[in-house]
């Protein structure tokens, strides 16, 4: 999990897009990451592995200072937990994405979510908090149906520590920025 601060922001544009997100690890991680792809999924290789906490967000980089204090705070806060990620689910027909169902950890993804999402980024969701792991986006039906039925088997479970921020680059790719240990403020 990265551990640098935040940069000045000199070399960041006046508003950068971030998310925050709790890492599937290795060998679950690339496991997933390689099924995406092979699904054809495009965002396969630039998004790592995860489960979102805080979907993609725009921020001015002025604010960058107190989202550092605020998810240290949040972190802090917080403890450790298990994480069992088993069999798939789908939000079609209202969004063409399949996933792998959070079975263990959901409870602890939605309180994290609620408190990341408040303060200096609090903001209103498209749609309601699911916690899962995408495992195919945006394909066609047949696709996805395939891909629906080949996660079924899919079973994971890792401790998970803490959670990390990442940013958005120009080059389309999601680049894990700070990570944050539960039980460290």
Not at 14 to 34: F, K
Not at 76 to 103: C, D, K, N, Y
Not at 146 to 172: I, N, W, Y
């Amino acid at each position: 999990m990265p551990s640098r601060s935040l940069p000045d922001g000199g070399d960041l544009p006046e508003v950068v897009t971030i998310g925050v997100s709790i890492t599937v690890p290795e060998p679950y991680g690339s496991a997933i990451q390689d099924t995406r792809d092979g699904h054809g999924d495009p965002l396969a290789r630039s998004i790592p592995t995860h489960v979102t906490l805080l979907p993609p967000t725009e921020v001015p980089r002025d604010l960058l200072p107190d989202i550092e204090k605020h998810l240290s705070a949040v972190a802090g806060g917080h403890s450790a937990f298990r994480m069992l990620l088993q069999g798939s689910g789908t939000f079609r027909p209202v969004s063409p994405v399949v996933f792998i169902r959070v079975e263990e950890g959901s409870q602890e993804c939605r309180v994290l979510e609620a408190a990341i999402r408040s303060g200096p980024l609090a903001r209103e969701l498209a749609f309601p908090y699911h916690p899962h792991v995408t495992v195919a986006h945006g394909l066609p039906d047949e696709v996805l149906d395939l891909a629906h039925e080949k996660a079924r088997a899919f079973h994971a479970a890792f401790a998970v520590p803490g959670f990390c921020l990442s940013r958005f680059d120009a080059d389309g790719v999601w680049r894990p920025w700070r990570g944050y240990l539960f039980g460290q403020g």
